[in-house]
């Protein structure tokens, strides 16, 4: 019988390391992964400042959009009748809002009137349209024109033109 070299307890100890007091690499930030994470944290921190204010002037223009009230309020309108749940109404209303910027007129108000509201559904109903509608009003809040259906920018932009020379001096 072969006999085994025995260590004593104080050796085995000593080369034996204690694993909590152990760095491995991974443990240990790199200085390229200190950078890496200090750039995606700005990056994070810019795109969530900068989309707030940007959320921030989305919801002033859908409030200024959404007031009803300035129709009739002696400038030209354009209302889309507006379901938000509808694919066909977002696509109008971006088609509409192109058509509108394309202008760059303040001689036409361009307002949306949604029917999940009492006043956007009661704006449907006394004209008698449903949603994926854009109405055309004068100075006075008289109906005008009516679009029905979805359609691309550039026809709008000519229809606001037309609305604009047919009714923007009376």
Known sequence: MKRHKQKNKAQAKRKRPDP???????DEPSRRAFLRKSGNIAVATLVVGG????LVDEVRAK??????????????????????????????????RDAMCALETDRLQFLVADISSEEGRK????????????????????RRG???????SEFLAEEFRRHIRRFGDR
Do not use: M
């Open 20 to 26: 909590a007091s152990v760095e491995t690499p991974a």
């Open 51 to 54: 989309g707030s204010w940007l």
């Open 63 to 96: 409030i200024h959009e959404s007031d009803l009230t300035r129709i009739g309020n002696g400038v030209l309108s354009v209302v889309q009748i507006h379901d938000p749940q509808c694919s066909k109404c977002v696509a109008l209303q971006r088609e509409a």
């Open 123 to 142: 704006l449907a109903r006394d004209n008698h349209v449903g949603h994926v509608t854009l109405l055309f009003f004068d100075k006075n809040g008289r």
């Open 146 to 152: 009516v679009i029905v259906g979805n359609t691309t």
